[in-house]
Structures are given as C-alpha cells and as structure tokens.
C-alpha cells in the first residue's frame, strides 16, 4: 500500500505498460466478486477459442481504468462508467475511433495526475 503514496507516482507510469489498472484497481479494491471477471467460466471459454481471451484482457483493463478513475474522483465518471458510449464509440467508424483514443488517453493521463495529486493516499490502510 505504500505504493499509493504521491512520491511513487512514477512508478505507476512505469508500471501502467505492463497492466498498471488492474494492479491499481485491486491496490485501490474495485473489484467486485459478483461480476463477469470473476468467472472462472467464461475464461475458460475465452481461453479456449484464443481470439475472445484478448478481447476480455482489453475489456477487463478498460473497465479498471474507468473504476479506477472513478474512485480518484476524474471528471466525467458519468461517461465513461457507461459500457453504452464505450459500445458506441466502439461501433462508430472514424470519428468514434479517434473518441474512443482520446477518452482512453484522457483516462490514464489525468489517472497520473491524480496520483501525482495524492488521491490515492486516503485509501493507505494504516
């Protein structure tokens, strides 16, 4: 927990290349155990016909970086907590895409801003 200090924000800007939002969601507790990850089930299955497993990966770090957020109070939680605009943005051809970038970009950039902030030492368990 120690890592949730300001003075290690560094660190997660290092570590975020290696799947830094589901490190910082369960270092911050997002993690809900009547949700679809943690059925063991489904990756099963996913891991089965390969091309699924990714695209679970990818949904699964996107929905902790938007939880993630959201406990470090970002601006705008009533976007991107909604999976209807990630859907939507996902749909929509060009202009949809470059949204879909500049939300994800916008999420970790202002994720290292907070830290750097120190929003994530009130959740140090003393």
């Not at 009533?78 to 990630?86: A, F, G, H, V």
């Not at 749909?91 to 202002?110: A, D, E, H, K, S």
């Amino acid at each position: 927990m120690i890592l949730l200090k300001r003075e290690y924000f560094w660190f997660w800007i290092l570590l975020y290349a290696m799947g830094g939002p589901i490190l910082l969601a369960a270092m911050l507790d997002c993690f809900k155990e009547d949700s679809w990850y943690f059925n063991w089930k489904n990756w099963l299955i996913g891991l089965i016909l390969l091309f699924p497993f990714a695209v679970m990966l990818n949904v699964l770090n996107f929905q902790m970086l938007a939880v993630t957020a959201k406990k470090l109070d970002i601006a705008g939680s009533e976007y991107y907590l909604s999976p209807y605009i990630w859907l939507i943005l996902f749909i929509v051809p060009i202009f949809g895409w470059i949204l879909l970038f500049v939300m994800i970009i916008y999420l970790y950039i202002m994720t290292f801003v907070k830290l750097y902030q120190g929003e994530a030492e009130k959740y140090i368990i003393k």
